[in-house]
């Protein structure tokens, strides 16, 4: 769609009244000769449209009120108005905090469905529902705020007619790699400027090569839906980075577009999504429905608390002029309300059917399932994506804690949901680090962890496996750091996790020590290798490739400078790691053990043994062995599904102490041999195969190493094959 100047051709008039419309669909809707709006309130007396010409407007140029109600909805047909037109909503109805009530007819409403936003929060204007300065809430403000706040814009639907295919991307074929839309871009010397830190500059040719060379399948956007910096951030100059304060829930962030023009902006989602899969890689968004940015009881009026509060948010049952705030972020959405589940799934097969993206990462997701207040895996969400023809088909992924009570609820969310595993990260943390006990936590995590999943009847593919992710240090941080740097933040160190499970290696950060930094670059290398080794499906962090650095802050939610963005420019060490990281996703595409569909099964059924677990030595491990405090290393020899690990192969061996270590190879028949496939203590070097009459390989202290049996100088056809896994 081409940019064109915000408009409307209708006639300016105050006061007139709206009939004509439809209650469905909600928001404001083209059809070519006008717009239909409506728009949900349950306790309104009245609603009136309000046209604008500019953001910043004070006065409507137009105001209509909406004459037709049905079943909540308000609507109205506007001939000959169309898109670019920007618009808000006033809404007259009971302002009463102690009931849970704050409709407040002199704020102007964002609407709830606006598919695109023009304008910013101006946090100095009377933005607030109440007065400000008394001692409560209880006094509704009589200011107007038009000129502070954004306003909705109409959009034209897409026509579709150029859409590429979708990748589809089997689960067992993923690789997801989460990034940042501003900070993977904002540095790329290879992106034009104009194009750095946009939608346009992430789709554009370098970028993509990028990806595509590194073998992920699949980029996992941070929200990027319309954002809203809070107040704290705002007066001193700062935006929340990360995104997770939503404003507009079908609406394209406009800081993240290289166009100015809100039509123009979702033009060029759309246009990366489809630059993406041409590339075949799929486009998963990191979504909060759990939450929305007017925050708590004292935070703005902006849209849905001014439409219908108790409806759209969940309110303190003794004290309904509060919220029960399961997010840590003042409010909760209320799900359980229909009207607020809609929303939320109105909004998810919008992005899916008019922005072609491939899935979802549902932040807090036990939050979306507390139609009660306890968790619900039979909540009403759970069971309308269940049962939806769109949602039940895309990639489905829950972050499966929040702050409410029993709110760790990793592996209770049902099929075809995947699941944030932060018992696998830990695993391969704690382990690295030296941390005593750990050799069967560590060999579950491997496995695809079927002690959490298997009992629900999942496979290996609902573990999202990651060490690093936005939330916490990089990996290069992980093996620099023993303790967080997040001063920079302005909360006196107080935020971020205190719990990395990391480690410096002797220095507190950079250091000139060449065995510092040797073991650190391996501790990487370690450390990003048993992630791709895990069953399931591994998630890196964008940047990890290249040993990205915040200094140590491991809460950069509000940086949004060179602490945060992505650095090109890489040394030798970062080029190391990146080869590395190509070359072990590789391997991972290349041999089908390591993308099994199935748990192992272990039982020697049918004469078949898909997995076995060795000591150094060679000899099985014992139940004294897997409880021993002190056991730094094992072997791990798998194989694909229905295939003896005699046959086609892999040998995983791991060595988590600081002594060199040598391991004994496991036999296997006359003919065959190993193939080293890689070792993190010598990236660079190339795949070779062992001498047969070698029957050991020596591993220097905190290293691992992969390696394929082998028939004669061929390796074996059947780890080469793809899986055919249908995609959900």
């Not at 529902?129 to 502070?148: N, S």
């Not at 290069?476 to 740097?485: A, C, E, Q």
């Amino acid at each position: 769609m081409a940019e064109s100047a915000l408009h409307c051709s209708v006639t300016p008039m105050a006061g007139r009244v709206l009939g004509g419309g439809s209650p469905a669909p909600l928001g404001a809707t083209h059809d070519g000769a006008g717009v239909n709006f409506a728009v949900f309130s349950s306790i309104a007396e009245r609603i009136e449209l309000c046209l604008f010409d500019a953001p910043s407007d004070h006065e409507a140029v137009a105001v209509y009120g909406l004459e037709h109600r049905c079943g909540g909805v308000y609507c109205g047909y506007l001939p000959e108005c169309g898109p670019g037109q920007l618009y808000g909503y006033r809404v007259y109805g009971p302002y009463d905090p102690r009931s849970g009530h704050r409709c407040n007819p002199k704020k102007l409403l964002l609407d709830p469905y606006a598919r695109a936003v023009a304008g910013r929060v101006d946090w100095s204007g009377p933005i607030q529902g109440y007065v400000p300065g008394e001692p409560e809430d209880l006094l509704a403000d009589d200011r107007d705020d038009a000129w502070a706040v954004p306003k909705g814009v109409v959009v034209a639907a897409p026509s579709g007619l150029a859409d590429p295919p979708r990748p589809a991307t089997p689960w067992s074929e993923t690789v997801i790699y989460e990034a940042h839309v501003k900070g993977l871009t904002m540095s790329h010397p290879q992106v034009p400027p104009e194009l750095r830190g946009t939608y346009a500059g992430l789709a554009s040719p370098p970028v993509i090569k990028h990806l595509q060379g590194l073998g992920v399948t699949a980029i996992e956007l941070l929200p990027v839906f319309e954002i809203l910096d809070e107040v704290h951030l705002a007066r001193r100059g700062a935006v929340n980075y990360w995104g997770y304060s939503t404003l507009a829930y079908f609406a394209p962030a406009a800081r993240y577009a290289a166009s100015r023009c809100p039509l123009g902006q979702v033009e060029e989602f759309r246009s990366m999504v489809c630059s993406l899969h041409r590339a075949g890689i799929e486009v998963i968004l990191d979504v909060v429905f759990n939450h929305s940015g007017e925050g708590s009881h004292l935070g703005p009026t902006l849209s849905l608390r001014g439409f219908d509060n108790p409806a759209y948010y969940r309110l303190d049952v003794e004290d309904p002029r509060r919220y029960a705030d399961t997010s840590g972020c003042g409010n909760s959405l209320n799900l359980g309300h229909p009207q607020t589940l809609r929303l939320v799934m109105d909004s998810l097969r919008y992005w899916v059917q008019e922005m072609q993206v491939d899935g979802f990462r549902f932040d807090l997701a036990p939050a979306l399932t507390r139609d009660h207040g306890a968790f619900d895996r039979r909540s009403r969400w759970l069971a309308a994506l269940h049962q939806d023809p769109v949602l039940s088909r895309v990639k489905l992924i829950a972050e499966p804690w929040d702050l409410g009570e029993h709110g760790y609820q990793l592996g209770a969310f049902p099929a075809p949901f995947s699941e944030w595993n932060g018992r696998t990260r830990d695993a391969l943390r704690r382990f690295w680090r030296g941390d005593p006990g750990l050799l069967g936590e560590l060999a579950s995590r491997l496995c695809g962890s079927s002690d959490i999943f298997a009992a629900g009847d999942r496979r290996p593919q609902a573990s999202i496996n990651f060490v690093t992710c936005h939330d916490g240090f990089t990996l290069s941080d992980l093996v620099s750091y023993s303790h967080k740097h997040n001063q920079a933040n302005g909360e006196q160190n107080r935020d971020g996790s205190d719990h990395e499970q990391s480690g410096n290696y002797g220095v507190e950060g950079p250091t000139l020590d060449p065995s510092i930094t040797a073991l650190r670059a391996r501790q990487a290398r370690n450390l990003l290798a048993t992630l791709v080794l895990c069953q399931g499906v591994p998630m890196l962090l964008g940047g990890d490739e290249v040993l990205r650095t915040q200094g140590g802050n491991n809460n950069a939610y509000c940086q949004d400078n060179e602490t945060s963005w992505l650095d090109w420019s890489l040394d030798s060490e970062a080029s190391v790691m990146l080869d590395w990281t190509r070359r072990l996703l590789a391997i991972r595409r290349r041999f089908g053990p390591l993308r099994r569909r199935s748990f192992f099964r272990d039982d020697g059924v049918d004469g078949r043994e898909e997995i076995r677990w060795r000591s150094a030595d060679g000899t099985a491990m014992t139940p004294a062995r897997w409880g021993d405090p002190e056991g730094r290393s094992l072997a791990l020899w798998i194989a694909a599904e229905g295939v003896d690990v005699s046959r086609d192969s892999i040998l995983i061996l791991l060595n988590g102490g600081p002594d060199v270590l040598t391991f004994e190879l496991p036999a296997v028949g006359a003919g065959a041999g190993w193939r080293l496939l890689a070792d993190s203590c010598a990236p660079c070097r190339e795949e070779q195969l062992l001498p047969r009459a070698e029957h050991c390989y020596r591993m220097i202290g905190h290293s691992v190493a992969v390696l394929a049996r082998v028939d004669g100088e061929r390796e074996a056809s059947g780890l080469s094959e793809p899986n055919e896994e249908s995609a959900r």
